[in-house]
């Protein structure tokens, strides 16, 4: 079962095509960072942030990208810079990709519960 990996563009470079970097500048990449003002006011933390990925991916819009992200990632080990006892975006993309099931579509109202 594929995890999610703790290190740079860089590093997931060096490993193996098993794994994809989902962190910051990527494709994949959470638009809402920790430390960012948050819709509500307050700087946003790691929950905050996951949080506001998952209700994206929940829209009419964001359905269509979590499709994709999920084709795209099925089977790889993920790689974000946030550590790894944090709240991530990439286990959001993990559920996403590694649904069970016949490998059709992701069920997104199903996935993006937030983090196990």
């Known amino acids: 079962m594929p995890v999610r990996l703790r290190g740079a563009f860089r590093d997931a ?5 098993a794994s994809a970097y989902v962190g910051p500048s990527s494709r994949y990449a959470n638009p809402f960072t920790v430390g960012a003002r948050s819709p509500l006011g307050p700087p946003m933390d790691a929950a905050e942030s996951v949080d506001l990925f998952t209700a994206t991916l ?3 819009v964001g359905r269509h990208y979590a499709a ?3 084709r795209a990632l099925r089977g790889l080990d993920l790689m ?8 991530c975006h990439a286990d959001v993309l993990l559920r996403l990709a590694n649904e069970p099931g016949n490998g059709t579509a992701p069920r997104t109202t ?3 519960k ?3």
């Open 13 to 17: 470079t060096t490993l193996s095509t």
């Open 58 to 60: 929940r829209g009419p």
């Open 68 to 70: 994709r992200f999920a």
């Open 80 to 87: 974000c810079t946030c550590p790894l006892d944090a709240p």
């Open 110 to 112: 199903d996935l993006l």
């Open 114 to 116: 937030g983090p196990r």
